[in-house]
């Protein structure tokens, strides 16, 4: 059975700090790995990774993904309160004819002012 | 705002009935997901059409059905309902499968 565990659960840093999420993966038949920002309601897409060593960036938010230990990394910089949210790792795999979503439980960020 | 919208925002029934969710992707998507989410399971892969086929199948229960239309909006269907179905519902679309999904607002379903 496809597995995504993520780490910590949660964490509480202050403004400012840096933010390392952890996403490691046993999946069959890869495709792609995705992190997602939830705060009320629904997630909201920040990075798809296909490619081993490549690094994603938008603005203070990075991620990296090894194919070869099967995990990524989610690293915010500088954060804001406005970061407060949980982040959802998620594989994608292919299945039948089409393909789905494997979701980890996610990381509870906090931060404080 | 992704662009994926989703009917109602919130549903409350009683136990044993049928209720229809309903979604709209993102203009141009041919791809649908329906996802679960409740406390204990976090979200759950349910079902994917792609451009009015079934493409996919997660651990849907046989009480649930879906279909996507020709104008590729998607419902989703509960019957039979029970209690455990409390959750969130979200559809995703996205342009082609093997895309990035992009997630609708849930629909939040209570059964009393």
């Known amino acids: 059975e496809d597995k995504v565990v993520q780490s910590p659960l949660s964490l509480v840093v202050h403004e400012g700090d840096t933010v390392t999420l952890n996403c490691s993966y046993e999946?069959?038949?890869?495709?792609?790995l995705l992190w997602y920002k939830q705060e009320k309601k629904a997630p909201t897409f920040l990075f798809m990774l296909t490619s081993s060593g490549i690094e994603k960036k938008s603005g203070r938010l990075s991620s990296i993904l090894d194919k070869k230990e099967l995990f990524s990394i989610l690293n915010i910089t500088a954060t804001q309160t406005g970061d407060s949210a949980v982040y959802l790792c998620a594989v994608e795999v292919y299945i039948a004819a089409g393909n789905k979503l494997t979701f980890g439980g996610g990381t509870r960020v906090l931060v404080k002012p | 705002d992704s662009g994926v919208t989703q009917t109602p925002k919130h549903l409350i029934t009683a136990t044993g009935q049928r209720v229809t969710l309903r979604c709209s992707p993102r203009s141009g998507d041919l791809s649908v997901y329906w996802y679960q989410q409740s406390l204990d399971q976090g979200l759950q892969f349910l079902i994917q059409y792609y451009n009015g086929e079934e493409r996919a199948k997660g651990n849907i229960l046989e009480r649930f059905s879906a279909q996507q239309f020709p104008d590729l909006h998607s419902e989703l269907n509960l019957s039979s309902l029970e209690l455990g179905d409390s959750a969130l519902y979200f559809c995703?679309?996205?342009?082609?499968?093997?895309?990035?999904?992009?997630f609708g607002p849930g629909t939040r379903l209570t059964v009393l």
């Open positions: 995703a679309s996205s342009l082609f499968w093997g895309d990035e999904q992009f």
């Open positions: 999946v069959t038949n890869f495709r792609s």
